[in-house]
């Protein structure tokens, strides 16, 4: 059904400043890690209302790998995921995303990389209300100044599966439809890395299924790094890879095989149901 990642001893030894040392196994082997975190940690607030919302994590994620990330509420899921994409600063460790030191690299080069590099994918899909499919998931390039933003876009909802919504608004799509919209802007600009926080967090079954195994197509056919949180062990269950968290913590890291029970299996065995 499953089996345990080996311990990621090589990660403990590798000089922390190295960015191209992979550490877990398989990513060490690729040339290359997109993700790795080095004892990263995050306290937010000081004295009584300290929260260590990141204790020492230390994760890799291979090109191309489909990870979930799973744990209570309050855990820090999102706090890693916020920390990967650049968007809050740790409090101690390191951050690397396609050979870049994130926690050193100087605000403008963070924006660049956050543009063009890593794609994100929210909850509440985060589109603009007065912009259609194209110009929504044109956006990040559009921004960006490049050229044929609209081709671009056009090109990544056709493959997402929406050919026949490209000038629709927002509001005349169903919610696994916007979030389509949503993944397809994650990948125009062409990133190495998207991060997903609870992309299905807000849909009904069948399009949360429909997304999850979008996610997975993201991965095993266009070669990028999916790190994703969900609260839903069945959507878990559409990764290559699951991380359990608690307390700010990894308490487990697994292999899946695409059976629907196994992430539901491991909670219980790591005593987080
Ligand atoms: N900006 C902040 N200021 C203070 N505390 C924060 C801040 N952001 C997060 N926290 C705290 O850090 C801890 C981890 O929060 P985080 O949002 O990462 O949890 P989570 O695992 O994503 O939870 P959920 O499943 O509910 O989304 C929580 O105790 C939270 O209250
Ligand atoms: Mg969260």
């Known amino acids: 059904m499953w089996r345990r990642r080996p311990a990621p001893d090589a990660a403990r030894h590798v000089a922390p400043d190295d960015p191209t040392a992979g550490g877990g196994g398989a990513a060490g082997a690729a040339g290359g890690a997109i993700v790795r975190t080095v004892a990263l940690t995050k306290v937010y607030g000081a004295g009584d209302n300290e929260v260590r919302a990141l204790d020492g994590v230390d994760l890799t994620v291979a090109p191309g790998e489909f990870v979930a990330v799973m744990g209570p509420s309050g855990c820090g899921k999102s706090t890693l995921l916020n920390m990967v994409g650049g968007l809050d600063t740790p409090t101690s460790g390191r951050v690397f995303v396609a050979g870049a030191d994130l926690t050193t690299l100087p605000d403008d ?3 660049e990389l956050r543009r063009r590099r890593i794609g994100f994918v929210f909850q509440f899909f985060n589109l603009i209300p007065v912009l259609d499919a194209v110009e ?3 956006l990040p390039l559009t921004l960006d100044g490049a050229s044929g933003a609209a081709e671009t876009a056009t090109e990544w909802l056709t493959r997402v599966g929406l050919a026949d919504r490209l000038r629709n608004r927002p509001d005349e799509l169903s919610g696994g439809q916007q979030q389509r919209v949503a993944v397809a802007r994650a990948l125009a600009a062409d990133p190495a890395l998207v991060l997903a926080d609870e992309p299905t967090g807000n849909l009904d079954s069948k399009s949360a299924t429909e997304i ?6 993201v991965a095993a056919e266009w070669h990028r790094s999916v790190l994703m949180v969900t609260h839903d062990p069945r959507i878990a269950s559409y990764a290559e890879r699951l991380v ?3 307390d700010g913590r990894i308490v487990d890291d697994l292999v899946l095989d695409g059976s629907r029970e196994a992430p539901l299996r491991a909670m219980e065995r790591s005593g987080l149901l």
């Open 109 to 111: 080069a963070l924006t």
């Open 212 to 217: 999850a195994e979008l996610l997975r197509q």
């Open 244 to 246: 359990l968290m608690r």
């Open 136 to 138: 929504n998931a044109a």
